[in-house]
């Protein structure tokens, strides 16, 4: 296993940033290949961003013993009020973690700025030299979402694909009942996009070798990624 982890929310999750790092070819010198875990991975009953918060402390154990040398956290902001949503909410849920847990320990803190660094990540530095942390949170480390909105910014800006999106856009804003909240219609278009693909419901990971999403849409994540694992 590598020494550099990936902590996600989830097993789809899991199974789209391995694809994004294959595409990425994040296995050079600088950068080996990284393993990508979920919360049940580490221990948790269940995977979710809250299961993912609590353990959060098992990580920080395994870095401070040298189990790993590098951590980098990938959370969707979700939407404010609901369930403690938005940007700085789950940043802050996550930043008071990490230092409460530090500070019991008397392992010195992770030195963390008030505002995210909007759009590029963040990366924290720890007084006393435990190995850095990586944050980002879906879609782009800026503005409420999750993963679908992420996603939606990367399809392929071909006219076939963009014209499909368009219409399931268009099919979503003229259902005659809409069951499912405002927040979700990112998650409703993708999944209706990936419906009508050559391979009807095509998982993310196929549709990111496949081209259908081009990963250079997302270079600033990217950038994120290859800063936290070089």
């Given at each position: 296993?590598s020494?550099?982890?990936?902590?996600?929310?989830?097993?789809?999750?899991?199974?789209?940033?391995?694809?994004?790092?294959?595409?990425?070819?994040?296995?050079?010198v600088?950068?080996?290949?990284?393993?990508?875990?979920?919360?049940?991975?580490?221990?948790?009953?269940?995977?979710?961003?809250?299961?993912?918060?609590?353990?959060?402390?098992?990580?920080?154990?395994?870095?401070?013993?040298?189990?790993?040398?590098?951590?980098?956290?990938?959370?969707?902001?979700?939407?404010?009020?609901?369930?403690?949503?938005?940007?700085?909410?789950?940043?802050?849920?996550?930043?008071?973690?990490?230092?409460?847990?530090?500070?019991?320990?008397?392992?010195?803190?992770?030195?963390?700025?008030?505002?995210?660094?909007?759009?590029t990540?963040?990366?924290?530095k720890?007084?006393?030299?435990?190995?850095?942390?990586?944050?980002?949170?879906?879609?782009?480390?800026?503005?409420?979402?999750?993963?679908?909105?992420?996603?939606?910014?990367?399809?392929?800006?071909?006219?076939?694909?963009?014209?499909?999106?368009?219409?399931?856009?268009?099919?979503?804003?003229?259902?005659?009942?809409?069951?499912?909240?405002?927040?979700?219609?990112?998650?409703?278009?993708?999944?209706?996009w990936?419906?009508?693909?050559?391979?009807?419901?095509?998982?993310?990971?196929?549709?990111?070798?496949?081209?259908?999403?081009?990963?250079?849409?997302?270079?600033n994540?990217?950038?994120w990624?290859?800063?936290?694992?070089?």
């Amino acid at each position: 296993m590598s020494k550099k982890i990936l902590l996600v929310e989830g097993n789809n999750d899991r199974a789209f940033f391995r694809a994004f790092c294959k595409k990425l070819d994040l296995k050079d010198v600088d950068v080996p290949e990284i393993t990508i875990v979920t919360p049940k991975d580490i221990g948790a009953q269940r995977n979710g961003w809250t299961n993912l918060i609590d353990h959060l402390p098992t990580e920080i154990k395994r870095l401070r013993n040298g189990d790993i040398d590098k951590l980098a956290i990938v959370i969707d902001a979700d939407f404010e009020p609901d369930n403690y949503g938005g940007v700085t909410s789950r940043r802050s849920l996550i930043t008071k973690k990490i230092n409460d847990f530090l500070q019991k320990q008397n392992y010195g803190l992770y030195e963390i700025s008030d505002q995210p660094n909007y759009k590029t990540g963040d990366i924290f530095k720890h007084t006393n030299g435990l190995p850095d942390i990586g944050l980002w949170i879906m879609p782009d480390h800026q503005n409420d979402g999750m993963i679908e909105n992420f996603v939606e910014q990367m399809i392929s800006a071909s006219a076939e694909q963009q014209s499909l999106l368009a219409h399931a856009n268009f099919s979503i804003n003229n259902l005659p009942t809409k069951l499912f909240k405002d927040i979700h219609l990112s998650k409703a278009r993708i999944y209706t996009w990936r419906a009508w693909q050559k391979e009807p419901g095509i998982r993310l990971p196929d549709a990111l070798s496949e081209n259908l999403l081009t990963i250079e849409a997302a270079a600033n994540f990217s950038n994120w990624l290859v800063s936290v694992f070089k």
